[in-house]
């Protein structure tokens, strides 16, 4: 079987790799496409990777600007170009951008024998910081490039079962499916130590425009009224110093780390904590974070705002409180056991390719 899958964005490129892996493990030849601009970092790709074509994009620094649409648009053109001298079974598009979208429906018209796959990763503009302009008519626009054509797919997955709620209205709700992430198992060595007198947070990950500052500052407001709460911050982005001096204002001792990439070290920063912050502004649209799933990889129990997927798996299995039971009066240590567990279960790579069979034999 021929398989191609077609990807813009390289933070999501542990799931491709968990893609080409499991194709290439069936014995199928695979082909990836992806862009060749680096969003974060915001520079040109110039590793190489085996079974990888990095199609050139052209370049843009604002994250909501005209030039990324212009960007993404241009490169959806030029992958399906490339894609029409190919002889492809199963096409899997990772989205967004929603530019992708209307491009593979094209090409699903053209070739309605190969089997169509969106998989829904992010949700725009929903999950973007763009409330006051959400009726605006460029925006409609934009998600209109995906809920015109999203189904032209045989199937659509999703990252959680929150998107669904919207893609309903499009999308048969029998050919949707939700796959979680899932992440290649590491060496996983935890001592907690947790000081009985004072309130340890972990704050992990980019430190932007939507993350919800007022919540966590009254999280600290709130622990504080039992004991001292010091913010252990790994990480950092344009928000830092909003967060580090609005948090010592409420009385916490902020520990900034910066980035940290050594796993060693991040789970000793893990292992002094009592809670992993989960927490993002109401108008974002997400139902599982990454950060909720490095935290449950490192045995972390969340304080979570996040509704949806993560609220519910909070609640049933016992992984920390939303925000709505917060209680400065108690801590259960067993949480960072199911934690740890629900990680392993949930988000194994056994569980992935399983979910990855329903899929295919669909």
Not at 30 to 41: A, E, K, N, Q
Not at 141 to 150: E, S, V
Not at 252 to 276: M, R, S, W
């Amino acid at each position: 079987m021929n398989v191609t899958i077609v990807d813009c964005f390289e933070t999501w490129e542990q799931r491709v790799d968990l893609l080409y892996n499991y194709f290439i493990n069936k014995g199928d030849d695979v082909c990836v496409y992806m862009s060749d601009w680096l969003h974060f970092s915001k520079k040109r790709r110039i590793d190489q990777k085996k079974g990888f074509n990095f199609i050139h994009s052209t370049p843009y620094k604002r994250n909501i600007s005209l030039a990324r649409l212009y960007s993404h648009s241009k490169l959806a053109k030029d992958i399906f170009k490339e894609l029409k001298k190919k002889n492809i079974d199963v096409l899997w598009v990772l989205i967004p951008p929603n530019s992708f979208v209307k491009a593979a429906a094209k090409y699903k018209l053209l070739y309605p024998n190969v089997k169509l796959i969106f998989d829904v990763i992010d949700m725009w503009p929903e999950t973007m910081p763009v409330r006051k302009i959400k009726s605006f008519p460029l925006i409609r626009f934009w998600r209109g490039l995906r809920d015109r054509y999203i189904n032209f797919a045989d199937t659509v997955v999703t990252e959680c079962n929150l998107y669904q709620n919207v893609l309903k209205t499009s999308v048969d709700m029998n050919n949707m499916i939700t796959l979680y992430l899932a992440r290649v198992p590491k060496d996983f060595k935890s001592k907690p130590c947790l000081p009985e007198n004072q309130w340890n947070l972990c704050y992990l990950g980019s430190i932007n425009n939507i993350i919800d500052i007022e919540e966590i500052i009254r999280i600290i407001i709130e622990l504080g009224t039992k004991k001292p709460v010091t913010l252990h911050i790994i990480g950092d982005g344009e928000k830092r110093e909003e967060l580090v001096e609005s948090a010592r204002k409420a009385g916490a001792t902020v520990i900034n780390y910066g980035k940290v990439f050594d796993l060693t070290e991040k789970q000793k920063i893990f292992d002094k904590c009592h809670y992993g912050l989960n927490i993002m502004k109401s108008s974002v649209f997400v139902g599982l974070t990454m950060k909720s799933i490095d935290y449950f990889e490192a045995g972390l129990p969340i304080i979570n705002s996040i509704r949806g997927d993560t609220w519910e798996l909070v609640e049933k299995k016992e992984l920390g409180i939303n925000i709505d039971k917060l209680n400065p009066n108690f801590y259960d240590i067993k949480q960072r056991n199911n934690c740890r567990i629900f990680f392993e279960n949930q988000f194994s790579v056994i569980n992935f390719n399983q979910t990855l069979d329903r899929i295919i034999n669909r």
